[in-house]
């Protein structure tokens, strides 16, 4: 059975930083693409970010330069570091493993307050 369990979030000031992390099982971490999306209520879950398996990375615009995946396959972990933080970046944290389908994890809060 597959298992993703984030952790990481909270409740920080506009331009604080957070790193949120994402741990797996039941799963080949290594091989599959892990990725983190956010949702706001009222809206589509949107992709944050991405990694493949080879270390390719893909960024929301809106995250650019302010957000870094990366992910520990010895440790079946995956990561997002958020700095510049600001209150368009609030929402649920959603992370996610691709393999013969998608798993997602159960979500973790970010509230960034202006």
């Known amino acids: 059975q597959v298992q993703l369990v984030e952790s990481g979030g909270g409740s920080v000031q506009a331009g604080g930083s957070l790193r949120l992390s994402c741990v797996a099982s039941g799963i080949i971490f290594s091989i599959n693409t892990m990725g983190w999306y956010r949702q706001v209520p009222g809206k589509q879950r949107e992709l944050v970010a991405e990694i493949t398996s080879r270390g390719t990375t893909t960024y929301a615009d809106s995250v650019k330069g302010r957000f870094t995946i990366s992910r520990d396959n010895a440790k079946n972990t995956g990561y997002l570091q958020m700095n510049s933080l600001n209150s368009d970046d609030t929402g649920v944290y959603y992370c996610?493993?691709?393999?013969?389908?998608?798993?997602w994890g159960q979500g973790t809060q970010v509230t960034v307050s202006s």
């Open positions: 996610t493993i691709v393999s013969i389908r998608r798993y």
